[in-house]
């Protein structure tokens, strides 16, 4: 197995009344090897950036008490849409390529989800002047709700919710 160096960040911005995020701008940046295709490769990268949208913002498996599955079409099961994805920047470079084998590849659109989750949760703490404060995924607006109501209204951090 080879494996890619990367690199995420995210803007992210937040309705303080509906807890609804918005991830305004998003730059992807992978050392892959070599690039047999590019366009592929950057098309990968971008696919693993929406699916990691999904987990971070939007997608949930949610059970009854009996653990009786309570997602079961897409209209219960959101998934991102095209107007849920922002901007997006992704710079491939091809400077360290493997050793491990004769093309020098790496991989390229593997590891792109968990960047994307940790990328938001990060901006959103970020946003909010408070490490730490997002502890689950996805960030739904209710659950965006809740961190911002417990946030003491003397907070150094000052009021919520700014862009990051």
């Known amino acids: ?8 960040v995210a803007l992210v911005s937040s ?3 509906t807890g609804a995020v918005r991830v305004e701008r998003y730059v992807a940046a992978y050392d892959v090897g070599v690039a047999i295709n590019p366009m592929l490769v950057e098309g ?30 897409f209209s219960d099961y959101l998934m991102p849409t095209l107007a849920e994805v922002p901007d997006l920047d992704v710079l ?6 493997s050793p491990l084998n ?8 593997e590891s792109g989800i968990t960047g994307v989750v940790a ?10 002047g408070l490490p730490g404060a997002v502890r689950k995924l996805p960030i ?12 003491p ?8 919710l700014g862009t990051c």
């Open 1 to 8: 197995m080879t494996y890619p160096y990367g690199a995420h």
């Open 15 to 17: 309705d303080r009344e």
């Open 44 to 73: 990968q990268i971008a696919g693993s950036m929406v699916q990691g949208l999904g987990g971070a913002l939007l997608e949930e498996f949610v059970y009854d008490r009996q653990g009786t599955p309570l997602c079961l079409t």
């Open 92 to 97: 491939v470079t091809e400077d360290a390529p």
């Open 102 to 109: 004769p093309l020098g590849v790496k991989g390229a659109g």
């Open 119 to 128: 990328a938001i949760a990060s901006a959103v703490n970020d946003a909010l």
């Open 140 to 151: 739904t607006p209710k659950r965006m709700r809740e961190i911002i109501a417990a946030i």
């Open 153 to 160: 209204a003397s907070s150094p951090s000052g009021p919520p």
